[in-house]
C-alpha cells in the first residue's frame, strides 16, 4: 500500500510550490516527487481527507498576502485555482480547515492576527472575522505580536492560538455567525514564544511548544470552560546544546503514550513519554539526517514518521516503533526543497 503526503514549502531556492510524494508502506521508501501546483512559496497547507480539496497560504503577483483554495481535477490529475482572497501585507503562516463547518482558520506572524473564513465544497473563500492580537514581550523577536497557531481544539468547542510574539495562548468561541470572542488568554514565561499546540488524545491535556525556549509545557485543559492550567515545562534540548535551537513542530500519538517534537538548530525529533497525569518524561533525541527540521509527521498507521528539512532539501523517513516510541531511520537522502510541512492524506 503506498500513502500520498502533500509538501509545502518556501521557494527561496530550488522549490517551485507545493509537491506530493508517495510512502511505499511495504517496501518502507519515499518515492515519486512531484510538483503538484508552481506557486510563490505555499509554506502551509490544508485540506480534506483525500485533499481532492487543498488550502494554501499565498502570494498574489503584487505582493499581496493570503490564502488559495484548489480543487483536484480528476481528468487531469492535477490541481486547478479555484479561489484567492488577498490583503495588503504579509501572507499567513498557519492554515487549517474546519470541514464539518466549511471553515478555514488562519494565524499570520507578522500582523499578529488570526482569520476565519467560510468556504465551500467547491473551495469559493470569503473572510467571515478576524482578531488582531496586541502586546509584547522580552525577546528581541518579541517586539510585537506573532500569531503562529490558529486551530480548532479536538472537541471543536473552541479555538486556540499561540502567539510566539506576546507569549500567550488565546482561547476563542466562535458563534454561530462565525466571529470570534476571546474566552480566555494564558500568559506563559516571558521569552517562550509559544509557536504551536497539540491536544492528548484524551481531551485532557494539551502541550504547547516554544519556539524560542525549547521547551514543551504541559497544561491540563478544562473542556468544559476552555482553560488551560500549565502543570509542567520540560526542555527539548540537552543541557550540553548552547548554540542556536528553535522549537517547530510537535505531534502526539492517537494511544496518548507519545509526544514528539522536532527541534532546528539541534535538528532532532526529541520523544517523550507521556504519564497518566499528562506529564512529559525524556525517552531520547532521535537526529533528523538534515538541517532545520521545520515539520515532520506520522502516517495515518502510526508506523512511520517523516521528516522535512527546509535548509538541506531533504525527506527522512523512520519506522516508529509502537510499544516504546523509539524512531529508527530507513531513509534520509530524498530529495524535496525547502519543506516546511508535512501532511499526510487520511
Request: charged share 20%; with cysteine.
Given at each position: 500500500?503506498?500513502q ?6 518556501y ?6 510550490g ?5 510512502l511505499?508502506?511495504q517496501n518502507k ?6 510538483e503538484e501546483v508552481?506557486?510563490e512559496s505555499?509554506t502551509y497547507?490544508?485540506?480534506n481527507?483525500?485533499?481532492?480539496l ?6 498574489s503577483?503584487?505582493?499581496k498576502?493570503?490564502i488559495?483554495s484548489y480543487k483536484?481535477?480528476?481528468?487531469t490529475?492535477s ?6 482572497v488577498?490583503?495588503?501585507?504579509a501572507p499567513p503562516?498557519?492554515?487549517a ?5 466549511n471553515?478555514?482558520y ?6 499578529g492576527e ?5 468556504t465551500?465544497?467547491?473551495g469559493d473563500?470569503?473572510l467571515?472575522?478576524k482578531?488582531t ?7 528581541e523577536n ?5 500569531a503562529?497557531y490558529?486551530?480548532l481544539t479536538p472537541?471543536g ?9 506576546t507569549?500567550?495562548?488565546v ?6 455567525e462565525?466571529k470570534?470572542?476571546?474566552s480566555d488568554?494564558i500568559?506563559v514565561s ?6 504551536h499546540?497539540v491536544f492528548?488524545?484524551?481531551?485532557r491535556?494539551a502541550?504547547?511548544?516554544g519556539?524560542?525556549s ?5 497544561f491540563?485543559?478544562?473542556?468544559q470552560?476552555g482553560?488551560?492550567?500549565?502543570i509542567q ?6 543541557k550540553?546544546h548552547?548554540?542556536f ?5 510537535i505531534?502526539?500519538s ?19 513519554a507521556v504519564?497518566?497525569?499528562g ?9 533528523t539526517?538534515?538541517e532545520t527540521?521545520r515539520d515532520?509527521?506520522l502516517d495515518p498507521?502510526e508506523?512511520?514518521v517523516v521528516?522535512g528539512?527546509q535548509?538541506?532539501d ?5 519506522e ?5 516510541g ?5 531513509q ?15
Amino acid at each position: 500500500m503506498t500513502q500520498k503526503i502533500m509538501l509545502g514549502t518556501y521557494t527561496k531556492r530550488k522549490s517551485n510550490g507545493i509537491y506530493s510524494i508517495e510512502l511505499d508502506e511495504q517496501n518502507k521508501q519515499l518515492t515519486g516527487l512531484k510538483e503538484e501546483v508552481n506557486v510563490e512559496s505555499p509554506t502551509y497547507l490544508a485540506g480534506n481527507d483525500d485533499y481532492s480539496l487543498l488550502f494554501s497560504i499565498a502570494k498574489s503577483s503584487d505582493g499581496k498576502g493570503g490564502i488559495t483554495s484548489y480543487k483536484r481535477s480528476n481528468e487531469t490529475d492535477s490541481y486547478i485555482e479555484a479561489d484567492s482572497v488577498f490583503e495588503e501585507g504579509a501572507p499567513p503562516c498557519y492554515i487549517a480547515y474546519d470541514q464539518s463547518r466549511n471553515l478555514v482558520y488562519t494565524a499570520n506572524y507578522h500582523k499578529g492576527e488570526v482569520c476565519v473564513y467560510t468556504t465551500s465544497d467547491e473551495g469559493d473563500l470569503s473572510l467571515a472575522d478576524k482578531h488582531t492580537h496586541s502586546g509584547k514581550s522580552v525577546h528581541e523577536n518579541q517586539q510585537s505580536p506573532h500569531a503562529h497557531y490558529f486551530d480548532l481544539t479536538p472537541d471543536g468547542q473552541f479555538l486556540v492560538a499561540c502567539d510566539l510574539g506576546t507569549d500567550e495562548v488565546v482561547m476563542y468561541t466562535l458563534d454561530e455567525e462565525n466571529k470570534l470572542t476571546v474566552s480566555d488568554v494564558i500568559s506563559v514565561s516571558p521569552g517562550t514564544g509559544p509557536r504551536h499546540v497539540v491536544f492528548h488524545p484524551n481531551n485532557r491535556f494539551a502541550y504547547v511548544f516554544g519556539e524560542l525556549s525549547s521547551d514543551v509545557i504541559v497544561f491540563s485543559y478544562n473542556n468544559q470552560n476552555g482553560t488551560l492550567s500549565p502543570i509542567q515545562t520540560i526542555s527539548s534540548i540537552p543541557k550540553e546544546h548552547e548554540s542556536f535551537n528553535g522549537g517547530a513542530a510537535i505531534r502526539v500519538s492517537s494511544d496518548g503514550k507519545f509526544v514528539y517534537a522536532s527541534n532546528r538548530g539541534h535538528d532532532s525529533i526529541v520523544i517523550y513519554a507521556v504519564a497518566e497525569d499528562g506529564t512529559l518524561s525524556l525517552i531520547n533525541y532521535t537526529p533528523t539526517e538534515g538541517e532545520t527540521p521545520r515539520d515532520f509527521n506520522l502516517d495515518p498507521t502510526e508506523r512511520f514518521v517523516v521528516v522535512g528539512h527546509q535548509d538541506s532539501d531533504n525527506l527522512t523517513l523512520f519506522e516508529r516503533n509502537e510499544q516504546d516510541g523509539t524512531l529508527s531511520l530507513l531513509q534520509k537522502d530524498i530529495f524535496a526543497p525547502e519543506v516546511i510541512c508535512v501532511k499526510f492524506q487520511s
